[in-house]
């Protein structure tokens, strides 16, 4: 435990952690998404095999009694 206290009293480490901080954080900041339409979503899932739950069919057994 002692080890750890002193490895973040190191000065060196803590203004490399800094700076690591702040250059993810420029580099998430600069990242731009595309922003999908739902409609594409949908067409890319009906190609994968999805199925809504209304347009699957059920057949139930008459129960014996």
């Not at 060196?12 to 954080?25: E, K």
Request: aromatic share 14%; hydrophobic share 40%.
């Amino acid at each position: 435990m002692n080890k750890i206290k002193n490895y973040f009293r190191n000065k060196d480490f803590v203004l490399g952690l800094g700076i690591g901080i702040v250059i993810a954080t420029l580099l998430m900041l600069t990242y731009s998404y595309n922003n999908i339409p739902k409609y594409k979503i949908e067409k890319m899932a009906r190609d994968l095999g999805m199925l809504y739950p209304d347009e699957i069919k059920s057949y139930f057994e008459k129960s014996r009694g």
